[in-house]
C-alpha cells in the first residue's frame, strides 16, 4: 500500500498522556509514515514499513509499542518490548525520542549498546524495563551472561532493517527473534524490502500489512543533487570553502584516517569541525555529535559506518568528500539532509577520471545531478553550496565543560560522555541530583528519575 496520508495525532486513538506529550513537544500532526502505520500497529497487527531516513519511523513504531505497553508493568530481566537498531548513535537517539514519551506512562525506556558499562546495563535489566533499545551484539551479549530473557517480549520492532543487513547483523537478530515469542508483533522499517529483509520478513512477520511513503531512490522534490568536478590540486580549497558556508555540513570520507586529516585541515583554516569515526570512544563519539547538534562545530566530518544511525535536523548540505560505494550508500548519506520536509543539498566531489562510474552510481540511485566544473573561489561554488572564503584563523579545540552539551528541547537530548548514568550512558532530565540513581519499577513513587 502506497499513501501520502497526513493526519493529526489526536485522530489516531493514542493514549492521552502520549498526546499532551506530542502537543507539548509541539507536534500535533502525524508525519505520513505514523498516519499509514498506526491504525494497523496499534490493532496488533505486524507491520511492514519502507520508509527514508528521516520520514519519522521512530515514532511510528515507539508510539504504536508504548501505547500497547500502556497498564503492564514489568519484571526484573524481562523486557516487556524491544526496539532493534543497527547502531550505538540510532540507539541513543531513538531512546531521546520515546523516553520522554515513555515517562509519561509511567513505563521504563532503557537501552544496551556496545562501548557502555555492561554492569549497568545488567543493573537497570534486574530492576525490570518495559521497552528495551538495543543493538544486536550487545543484546546478545546480555543474553548469553543470563542478564536478559526474552520470553516475555510481546512486541518487537526491527528499525533500519537493510542496515543491519548491510552490516552483517541478520544472523544475530534472527537468534534474538527465535528467542521471542512466535505469536507476539513485530515492526520492521527499513528503506529497501528486498534480498536478507525480504527473507526475514517471510520467515518472522505473519501477513504483514505493508505501507509505503518513499521510493527507493533519492528525493527529486527536497534536494539538490550537483557533482562538481574539480582538479586534484584544488580540492582541498573546495572542501574547505563549502566547509566555510553558514549552516550544517555532514563531509564523508571513507578511512577515519581521512576524517582525521581533513577535520585537522579544515580546523587550520578556520573551520570548526569535527571528525566522527569507528576509532573514537564512545564518549568521545558523544561529545562531537553534541558540539555538531548545537552549533560548536558546524561540520560534520564522518565516516559512513560512523554515520549510520546520525539523525540530526537542519543538516542543509552533505558533501561527499570521497563519492559513496554504491547507490545505496549515496542515498543513506544523502538521507542525512533534507528531513522531515525540509530541503537540502547533496554535493559530490569527483576528478575528471571519477566521472563514468559516479554518474552510472547516481544513475542507479535515480539522481539526476546537475553538473560542475570549479575551482576555489569561484561564484558558481558559492551560488550551488554557499561556499566562501574560510577565516584562516586556527581554530582552538573544544575543552567542555561539565555543562556543556546540545540545548535541551522536547524529545531530544544530546548525548553527553560524562557521568554516566545506569543503561545508555546519558542523563535524563531532573536525574542530575540523584547523580543518575534509579529507583525500581513499581516502586515508581517519582517519574523524574525514569
Not at 101 to 125: H, I, N, P
Not at 228 to 250: D, L, P
Amino acid at each position: 500500500m502506497t499513501t501520502t496520508l497526513s493526519t493529526s495525532f489526536a485522530d489516531l486513538n493514542l493514549p492521552k498522556p502520549l498526546l499532551r506529550t506530542l502537543q507539548q513537544a509541539g507536534m500535533t500532526e502525524a508525519f505520513p509514515i505514523q498516519a499509514a502505520t498506526l491504525p494497523d500497529a496499534l490493532a496488533g497487527r505486524d507491520v511492514l514499513g519502507r520508509a527514508q531516513t528521516g520520514s519519522g519511523k521512530t515514532l511510528a513504531f515507539g508510539l504504536a509499542l508504548l501505547a500497547r505497553l500502556d497498564g503492564g508493568a514489568a519484571r526484573p530481566k524481562q523486557p516487556r518490548a524491544l526496539v532493534l537498531v543497527p547502531t550505538r548513535e540510532l540507539a541513543m537517539q531513538v531512546a531521546d525520542v520515546l523516553i520522554p514519551l515513555a515517562k509519561s506512562l509511567g513505563l521504563w525506556c532503557r537501552t544496551a549498546v556496545g562501548g557502555m558499562a555492561f554492569g549497568r546495563q545488567s543493573e537497570a535489566l534486574a530492576r525490570g524495563v518495559d521497552l528495551l533499545i538495543a543493538t544486536p551484539g550487545r543484546l546478545s551479549d546480555h543474553v548469553r551472561q543470563g542478564t536478559c530473557r526474552l520470553d516475555q517480549v510481546q512486541f518487537v520492532a526491527l528499525d533500519e532493517a537493510d542496515q543491519m543487513a548491510d552490516m552483517g547483523f541478520l544472523p544475530q537478530v534472527r537468534e534474538i527473534l527465535d528467542l521471542t515469542p512466535r505469536d507476539g508483533q513485530r515492526l520492521l522499517f527499513s528503506a529497501t524490502l528486498d534480498g536478507d529483509v525480504e527473507r526475514l520478513v517471510k520467515a518472522y512477520l505473519t501477513n504483514p500489512v505493508t505501507h509505503s511513503v518513499a521510493p527507493v531512490t533519492a528525493s527529486i522534490d527536497t534536494m539538490d543533487h550537483y557533482l562538481i568536478e574539480v582538479a586534484h590540486e584544488h580540492k582541498q580549497g573546495v572542501i574547505t570553502e563549502i566547509g566555510a558556508r553558514e549552516g550544517r555540513t555532514i563531509m564523508f570520507v571513507r578511512t577515519k584516517h581521512h576524517a582525521d586529516r581533513l577535520t585537522k585541515k579544515l580546523r587550520s583554516q578556520g573551520v570548526a569541525a569535527g571528525a566522527l569515526h569507528g576509532g573514537k570512544t564512545q564518549g568521545q563519539r558523544n561529545r562531537v555529535l553534541a558540539d555538531f547538534k548545537d552549533g560548536r562545530t558546524p561540520v560534520l566530518v564522518a565516516t559512513d559506518v560512523a554515520a549510520r544511525g546520525i539523525h540530526v535536523d537542519d543538516v542543509s548540505l552533505v558533501l561527499h568528500v570521497d563519492p559513496a560505494a554504491d547507490h545505496k550508500d549515496y542515498l543513506h548519506r544523502a538521507g542525512r539532509t533534507a528531513r522531515a520536509g525540509a530541503s537540502g543539498t547533496v554535493v559530490t566531489l569527483i576528478t575528471r577520471d571519477q566521472r563514468r562510474t559516479v554518474r552510472r552510481m547516481t544513475d542507479k540511485a535515480g539522481v539526476r545531478p546537475r553538473q560542475l566544473a570549479v575551482m576555489p573561489g569561484d561564484a558558481e561554488l558559492a551560488r550551488a553550496t554557499g561556499a566562501r572564503r574560510p577565516s584562516g584563523i586556527p581554530v582552538a579545540e573544544h575543552q567542555p565543560s561539565r555543562h556543556s552539551g546540545a540545548p535541551q528541547h522536547p524529545g531530544r537530548r544530546a548525548a553527553q560522555g560524562r557521568g554516566r548514568p545506569p543503561f545508555g550512558g546519558r542523563r535524563e532530565p531532573g536525574a542530575g541530583g540523584q547523580k543518575g540513581r534509579q529507583q525500581r519499577p513499581g516502586r515508581r513513587p517519582s517519574r523524574a528519575h525514569a
